[in-house]
């Protein structure tokens, strides 16, 4: 009884349980511009821009594209980009490389068309820390800016970054809402008690009709999670009682590209493409890019009008639009004939790397 009575004084019941690890609806005051928090993790209101920053395209407005060469890829070029090639394949010999004779070299026309529309996003979210005196900007400073009016430094054009930033002005000192303002929280693993009962004898005190050795004949075990104080210090507030509450505000610049290559060659993957780059002929950039027109290749014309348009409606609704940036890539393609051993063969020549895809190649070596 002893035992018992010694465990039942530890139990306080003014050391509150844990509470919820957000605060919960209302516990905050509202900010004026922004949606008050309807608790849990998941809660970042997307704030789309006003109005006076989104820009509206021009009607009838399009781009003129110039006529370019195709480029020619000479035989000493084509041989020596299959001779690196088969150097990176251990099963492969270099004889047929050296050896082979040409028979023709065909330069392919292939444009690769290139959208990048660059913008910004801005959401917010309740975050909080615990309050140890630090200064307090709140409601008593100022009326908080709206989500787009808080100044944050753009980084270069097309660079893809995240800053964070708290909303001035919005900064409240709550009571902790885990453990309701204690600084402490009642342990979990033992309910409060500071023991538990001891696993080896089940808490009789005896095992196999001997005093149990585990717990010493008491039948408990001082709690290991909270070292038998029956409480803990709150994990939020860290015992200061206080939290800080304010409002965060992310700030998303992402560069956004949709990339097009008409499908021109059958025997070449055109995911190939995307590892090697090409020569921009055509670059044009502003606020807000129109269709292409004029160019001979109406398939890019058509896929110019189209992206523009898809990227106009899926980001000016949530996004802030900066800048756009449309780009025409000649991307070097050249379809190489040859003999070797009475046999033909082909291989491509592609990307200004001069990059080498073979389907099938003369011979392997082996190992004996």
Known sequence: MGDQDQDADIFDPNIPEEGP???????????????????????????????????????????????????????????DALLKFVESKWRYSSKPARNLTFKELKPITVYRYRLETYTETRTSAWQFEPYNGQQVDGPLQGVSPPPWDVPVAMPSRYTDMVEKTRVPHSSLVKPCHKCNGCGRTRCVSCHG?????????????????????SCHGRGRKRCISCHGYGHKTCSLCHGNQNLLHFIQLTVTWKNNMADFIPDRQPNFP???????????????????????QGFPEQEICHISAKLIDEHLNRFSATSRILQQRQTIELVPLTHALYSYGGKDYSFFVYGLENKVFTSKYPSSCTLL
Request: aromatic share 8%; net charge negative; proline share 15%.
């Open 270 to 292: 055109d995911r190939k493409f995307e590892g090697v780059s090409g020569d921009p002929f055509f670059v044009d950039e502003s606020l807000l890019v129109y269709p292409l």
């Open 21 to 79: 690890s957000a605060p919960p609806p209302g516990w905050l005051d509202d900010i004026h511009g922004y949606q008050a928090p309807k608790g849990g993790e998941d809660d970042n209101p997307l704030y789309p821009p006003p109005p006076a920053y989104s820009p509206q395209p021009e009607l009838n407005r399009n781009t003129l594209v110039p006529d370019v060469r195709v480029p020619a890829v000479s035989e000493d070029v084509a041989r």
């Open 193 to 213: 008690r500071g023991q538990k009962r001891c696993t080896f004898c089940h808490g009789h005190g005896r095992s196999h009709n001997k005093r149990c050795t």
